[in-house]
């Protein structure tokens, strides 16, 4: 029998790629499932069981980790324990070990530009459609087939050197030198390193300030491309520096999200920064026909792009939800207490939250109450506009030629 320890859904996708990621555990051991959630995204699932067959890594010990076919739409990889190298980097970071990091930063290149069959790049219609058009990129080394979610995340060193999730690879060419950048763009340790240390990083990768902006670009189209949603200002994240701050303010931009039952059994408590998109999943077998209580944040706050989805044999669908918002407007939620949503599930397997959320300033309720009492008023005075009385009232003054 199985036993699901962990579900993810990639609902913030188009429907092409849309996944369902799934770790079990069956007769004492854990694997790993990626699901398709519809038709469309079939294709993007099954061909992970070929790419892991061709391994274009030359690096000795370096190594994708097994991927087999066994439904249609689903295929299972190992649950492979280790240590992530993100967790090695941040390790070496805590211990202010810069040079150690310089090691993990030679590893990471090594393994994306020792491969098999390197060409020069030349642009094509497909690599254009999902990066854009750069002229200044021809000629670099390139190749196709090869991964390039290449994050230190997605790589473990265990027995073997481990690539996991590596379900974004082309059949076209991608300069190697945009992978290289991406797998340190999108990590967040040295992307807060200290500027002396960071520079360092990005002689030992060769990459200039032009080829930056580029590959910023190319990142940002990337993005877009896959989820069909511009995704810009989630990559502020790019200019980010070091400063120095108290612990209150570090707490301030924090807020704790948490899933209880309505016996107010708690099943799920995670912890978000301001701006992050969240997402929470929850299997709820055992809860369908009863309320389920989703306190967004631990503070009043405004939440943007609230969404609730049900998933039933990997097909998600968005439902309706209630809530407790003091206002909508333009697309946002204003809470002046702890935002709450609560949905039924109803004949489905996981229920699914994702939002952001952003700092209600301290002024804000103010401003919310005074709005709130404006609509209030406006909403009475058009139903004594509405009523029969006001209409004989304003029939006989216009009789009498009065306004």
Known sequence: MQKTIYSKSSIERKNEYKIITRIYEEDGVRKVEKAAQNEQAVYHVERLEKTAKRNPYLTEGVTLAPCE?????KVSFPYITGKRLDQQIDEHAKGHQWDAIYEDIKLLKNIIMNIEHKYPFQTCGEFEEMFGIYPQLEGYESASNVNIDMVA???IMADQIYIIDYEWDFEFLIPLKYIVYRSIFLNGTINTLPDDVKSKVMDLLEISKEEEMIFFQMEVAFQHYITGVSLTDLY?????????????????TLYTAKIVTEQNKKLIEKTF?????ANLNLNVKE???HNIRIELADKPAIIKDLEVFTVKNNVCDKVGFTTN??????????YQTVPVVEVVPQDCELVQISYKVQKLEQNANEYIGTFIKHVHEESE???????????????AK??????
Not at 69 to 73: D, E, H, L, S
Not at 398 to 403: D, I, N, S, V
């Open 153 to 155: 995340s997605n790589i």
């Open 273 to 277: 920064w301001l701006h992050e998109k």
């Open 287 to 289: 809860y369908l026909g």
């Open 398 to 403: 216009k009789l009498l030629g009065r306004k």
């Open 325 to 334: 918002s003091d206002l909508y407007l333009y697309e946002q939620h204003y």
């Open 236 to 252: 502020s994240r790019m200019s980010i520096k070091n400063y120095r701050i108290n612990t209150d303010d570090l707490l301030d």
């Open 381 to 395: 005075l058009q139903l004594i506009k509405n009523s029969r009385a006001w209409k004989a009232v304003t029939f």
């Open 69 to 73: 076919k066994t439904a249609p739409g």
